[in-house]
Nanobody
Framework: VQLQAYGGGLVQAGGSLRLSCAASGRIFSRHTMGWFRQAPGKEREFVAAISRGGDYTNYADSVKGRFTISRDNAKGTVYLQMNNLKPEDTAVYYC???????????????????????WGQGTLVTVSS
């Protein structure tokens, strides 16, 4: 799976952005998709995941209620709608994919970057105060 993320940019605190990640290659609908982020000087952290059918989602506590992950299997694209952005959301955001295994409800709970085999190049989100 080849992934390309885009949609990052500069936004003021309280604003919104929507990230997109286009996938090509192996069958998109068989993969759990995730978003991770890495702020300067920090380790990469989990943001959100969505099951292959889109029926299960999982979010980091820090973004619950503000971010929404979704996917369009027909278009091979996963999205991250980010609302009420905060300066601490500033980071490079990466989309990632893993071949789904087991139950979808459990697969979306995988939040370690090592559990995802495919990665996009990242898109920078900067939130100004």
């Amino acid at each position: 799976v080849q992934l390309q993320a885009y949609g990052g940019g500069l936004v003021q605190a309280g604003g919104s952005l929507r990230l997109s990640c286009a996938a090509s290659g192996r069958i998109f609908s068989r993969h759990t998709m995730g978003w991770f982020r890495q702020a300067p000087g920090k380790e990469r952290e989990f943001v959100a995941a969505i099951s292959r059918g889109g029926d299960y989602t999982n979010y980091a506590d820090s973004v619950k209620g503000r971010f929404t992950i979704s996917r369009d299997n027909a278009k091979g694209t996963v999205y991250l709608q980010m609302n009420n952005l905060k300066p601490e959301d500033t980071a490079v955001y990466y989309c990632a994919a893993r071949f789904a295994s087991g139950s979808s409800s459990f697969d979306v709970t995988r939040a370690k970057s090592s559990e995802y085999a495919y990665w996009g190049q990242g898109t920078l989100v900067t939130v100004s105060s």
